[in-house]
């Protein structure tokens, strides 16, 4: 139901892609509720994050109910955003991305994601900014429960399978994009380290670590360290690097 909405809005207004996401101030995490991508089928990197944390800064913390903000013109300087928005938005060619709060209850925020294509109308924004209050007020009056189910229901792995369900991460022809960091990094967690034994044995510090780990989950659609290990440590990704490691011995 969710879902089907998300798709509506991002088909009438133009948009790429984008996600609705429930935001905790309080534990500085936030989790997408529904997802619509108009090229996930073409992509190896289809929308599954939010990017509200890393974009808004500290706008999000003052948000008014059916507020609208724009990554282009009241994010962060593009000098302080996180590598991983910045990878993002050169891999999908955006020219924006516009957020909307849908619903303000503290430290408990919902938000509306649209993401927005180089080569899309600059009048957009004024069509969404036009319409949020709307928006609002329907998101108001949505069935209750609605959103704990959503959350509940959206599941990262199946998502990758059903986009790149044959895909190796390790496999030679890299269909993640990975850097040579970030796959290093995942050779070391096919081999059961831990993060901070991945920054110990590359000479690397926490914060470099999660940067390398943030990117690895948005390039192979896992939400986890757990979840990304127990994919790189079955035999089908170690029979994958091992040929890999034949191959560069050769």
Request: charged share 25%; aromatic share 6%.
């Amino acid at each position: 139901m969710l879902d089907a909405a998300l798709d509506t809005i991002v088909d009438a207004f133009g948009a790429d892609c984008g996600v609705v996401s429930r935001v905790w101030l309080n534990k500085g995490s936030d989790r997408v509720a529904a997802r619509a991508d108009s090229n996930g089928q073409n992509s190896k990197r289809p929308l599954f994050l939010s990017f509200t944390n890393e974009v808004l800064g500290p706008f999000r913390n003052k948000p008014k109910r059916a507020s609208v903000f724009s990554y282009l013109e009241e994010g962060k300087d593009p000098a302080e955003m996180s590598s991983l928005v910045l990878d993002w938005v050169s891999h999908r060619k955006l020219h924006d991305i516009l957020f909307i709060c849908l619903d303000n209850k503290g430290h408990e925020l919902d938000f509306l994601e649209l993401h927005f294509c180089r080569s899309s109308e600059r009048d957009y924004r004024v069509g969404v900014e036009a319409i949020a209050e709307e928006l609002s007020e329907i998101y108001q009056n949505r069935r209750p429960g609605l959103i704990t189910e959503a959350l509940s229901r959206q599941s990262l792995v199946k998502l990758k399978k059903k986009t790149n369900e044959n895909a190796l991460i390790m496999s030679t022809d890299n269909p993640a994009g990975l850097t040579r960091a970030e796959w290093r990094v995942c050779v070391l967690i096919s081999r059961g380290l831990s993060s901070q034994s991945i920054g110990e044995e590359l000479g690397i510090g926490p914060a470099t670590v999660r940067t390398h780990l943030k990117h690895i989950y948005s390039k192979t659609a896992h939400d986890s360290f757990h979840n990304l290990a127990r994919r790189l440590v079955s035999l089908e990704e170690r029979e994958a690097l091992h040929g890999i490691q034949r191959q560069a011995r050769a």
